[in-house]
């Protein structure tokens, strides 16, 4: 099983950033994806979350109307597009799959996002 994010970087403040996270190893259509993030001192946080069928979607209400969170099941795929970004956005972004019926759940190894002028 893996989680592979990328398209972290530095930012500066009103920006934006899409982040990606390749899955495989497991039935990614039949998991519910997550994003979550962790500042420096802070604890990890939900930001966004996306249903298996992808018909539902939650958003933290820090990132409400500026983040979308999308998922393409044909390339295993999920997506976190980040727009208006804040330097308090500024975290490592974690992908996260998980599965209520069966209790797995993995996580990718993070990507940084930095957001400063």
């Known amino acids: 099983v893996q989680l592979v994010e990328s398209g972290g970087g530095l930012v500066q403040p009103g920006g934006s950033l899409r982040l990606s996270c390749a899955a495989s190893?497991?039935?990614?259509?039949?998991?519910?994806m997550r994003w979550y993030r962790q500042a420096p001192g802070k604890e990890r946080e939900l930001v966004a979350r996306?249903?298996?069928?992808?018909?539902?979607?939650y958003y933290a209400d820090s990132v409400k109307g500026r983040f979308t969170i999308s998922r393409d099941d044909a390339k295993n795929m999920v997506y976190l597009q980040m727009n208006s970004l804040k330097p308090e956005d500024t975290a490592v972004y974690y992908c996260?799959?998980?599965?209520?019926?069966?209790?797995?759940?993995?996580w990718g190894q993070g990507t940084q996002v930095t957001v400063s002028s």
């Open positions: 996306i249903s298996s069928a992808g018909g539902s979607t």
């Open positions: 996260n799959a998980f599965q209520v019926w069966s209790g797995y759940d993995y």
């Open positions: 190893g497991f039935t990614f259509s039949t998991y519910g």
